[in-house]
C-alpha cells in the first residue's frame, strides 16, 4: 500500500469519527454495541442475577436511550456547527 492511499484511508477514519463523535451517526453507532451487549447478557452469562449483570443492564438503558433519542444537545456538531458543518 502506498503512502498516498494510506493517507487517504486514515483521513476517510478520521471523517467518520468526526461524525460519530460529532453526533451525525450516534445512532447508528449504538447497534453493534447494543447487539454485543445482548449478546453477553442473554446467551453468554444468562445465569447472572440483576445484581451480578446490574452494570451490563444498566448500559443497555444507557444505549438504547441514546438510540432512541439521540444525542441532543451533547452533540459536538450542536456545540461547534461552523466547524463540522463541512466535514
Same mark, same amino acid.
Given at each position: @500500500?502506498?503512502t498516498?492511499?494510506?493517507?487517504?484511508?486514515? =483521513?476517510?477514519?478520521? /471523517?467518520?469519527? %468526526?461524525? /460519530?463523535?460529532?453526533?451525525?451517526? /450516534?445512532?447508528?453507532?449504538? &447497534?453493534?454495541?447494543?447487539?454485543?451487549?445482548? #449478546?453477553? @447478557?442473554? &446467551?453468554?452469562?444468562? =445465569?447472572?442475577?440483576?445484581?451480578?449483570? =446490574?452494570?451490563?443492564?444498566?448500559?443497555?438503558? #444507557?444505549?438504547?436511550?441514546?438510540?432512541?433519542?439521540?444525542?441532543?444537545?451533547?452533540?459536538?456538531? /450542536?456545540? %461547534?456547527?461552523?466547524?463540522?458543518?463541512?466535514?
Amino acid at each position: @500500500m502506498d503512502t498516498s492511499r494510506r493517507d487517504d484511508r486514515a =483521513q476517510d477514519w478520521g /471523517v467518520l469519527f %468526526l461524525r /460519530v463523535s460529532g453526533g451525525l451517526l /450516534v445512532r447508528l453507532a449504538c &447497534l453493534p454495541i447494543l447487539f454485543l451487549l445482548w #449478546v453477553s @447478557m442473554l &446467551l453468554v452469562h444468562p =445465569q447472572w442475577t440483576l445484581f451480578e449483570g =446490574q452494570f451490563g443492564w444498566l448500559l443497555l438503558i #444507557v444505549f438504547t436511550s441514546i438510540l432512541i433519542a439521540g444525542p441532543g444537545r451533547l452533540a459536538l456538531n /450542536v456545540r %461547534l456547527a461552523g466547524a463540522l458543518r463541512y466535514v
